[in-house]
């Protein structure tokens, strides 16, 4: 099973930038792709930006559009996710998730990183 692993999570004051990589143990094989998802206590994950594999196509939450990035490098097998302008609320642990379909036919996370820790802070 493909293993993934996050890096570059840490601590930054609001309106900083911050990038994460995730890094694949191998190529993915899925038409959902990959995407980065954070998590604070209490709350579901949440998927933040998606990327596919065949196309880079990308889908991001409304939250972060305009101001997160996400990219993969194909030949590296690395993802990456640059983080700007960022808020308080962007406070989590982020992870970044192989996707593929449910019993529904819904792309959703399947195969998780550890997480790397954000922290936003005013």
């Known amino acids: 099973q493909v293993q993934l692993m996050e890096s570059g999570g840490g601590a930054v004051q609001t309106g900083g930038p911050l990038k994460l990589s995730c890094s694949f143990s191998?190529?993915?094989?899925?038409?959902?792709?990959v995407g980065w998802y954070r998590q604070v206590p209490g709350k579901e994950r949440e998927l933040v930006p998606s990327?596919?594999?065949?196309?880079?196509?990308?889908v991001y939450a409304d939250t972060v559009k305009g101001r997160f990035t996400i990219s993969q490098d194909h030949a590296e097998k690395v993802l990456y996710l640059h983080m700007n302008n960022l808020k308080t609320e962007a406070t989590a642990v982020y992870y970044c998730?192989?996707?593929?379909?449910?019993?529904?036919?819904?792309?959703?996370?399947?195969?998780w990183g550890q997480g790397t820790q954000v922290t936003v802070s005013s």
């Open positions: 998730a192989a996707m593929f379909e449910n019993s529904a036919l819904i792309c959703e996370g399947q195969v």
């Open positions: 191998q190529y993915i094989f899925s038409g959902c792709g």
């Open positions: 990327i596919s594999s065949r196309d880079d196509s990308t």
